[in-house]
């Protein structure tokens, strides 16, 4: 049974801020207006910095969860993870070296989510596809399928390890039939209509449904 209103902070990059979706704010607006719908849901704060990678997003989580407890000494009860493809990209052409290596990341990834577990429930999201035929993106950076599918693993392999739920979603989304109409044309950020794709797996997902109306 629930003891109050929770709070949910998302934090990453540029789908959490909902890039792409002009319709519905992203699908982490979009799962923001879904709990607006009864006032027993979580309220959620919707943080996300187009760009960021591991390294930003470590840097900054504490500050913009701490900040955030709408009552006198009570913190958010939860923090949901979306960060990984910005840090897969390689640099300058395909064969470039990635933004952030894959030893790199898993550590760094393993370093944060202990961090926040110490403080608050945390739940980890995959990895979104992308269509490589629209590469380099901004000119210089290359994302592949390849690389998505590997980080995934590393994401899910340290959440297995640390006993945090997490939701896989980039195998679902690389066999989607109509793969590039989730996909805006620039190859790397969802759609409207990918957001929305996004949105109902999230809000489906048993981890969070769980957390939300324990």
Excluded at 23 to 49: A, F, T
Excluded at 120 to 134: D, I, P, Q, R, S
Excluded at 191 to 209: A, I, T, Y
């Amino acid at each position: 049974m629930k003891t109050g209103i929770k709070q949910l902070i998302v934090i990453g990059d540029s789908s959490v801020y909902g890039w792409g979706d002009s319709e519905g704010g992203g699908w982490c607006g979009r799962l923001r207006k879904h709990w607006m719908d009864s006032q027993n849901n979580p309220i959620l704060y919707q943080i996300g910095i187009r760009g960021d990678g591991l390294e930003k997003v470590a840097q900054r989580w504490y500050s913009e969860w701490k900040c955030r407890g709408e009552l006198r000494r009570k913190l958010p009860d939860g923090l949901m993870l979306a960060v990984g493809i910005n840090d897969t990209a390689k640099i300058g052409r395909i064969d470039g070296r990635p933004q952030l290596s894959q030893d790199a990341f898993k550590f760094g990834l393993e370093e944060l989510l202990k961090k926040i577990k110490k403080e608050t429930f945390v739940m980890v999201m995959g990895l979104t596809a992308v269509c490589e035929n629209k590469m380099p993106f901004a000119d210089c950076l290359w994302y592949s399928n390849n690389a998505s599918s590997s980080y995934e693993r590393l994401i899910e392999e340290c959440c297995l390890e640390l006993d945090i739920p997490f939701l896989a979603t980039f195998q679902e989304m690389k066999r989607h039939p109509n793969l590039n109409n989730l996909i805006m044309p620039d190859g790397i950020h969802l759609n409207s209509h990918g957001h929305k794709w996004l949105f109902e797996k999230v809000s489906n997902w048993p981890s969070l449904k769980k957390w939300a109306n324990s």
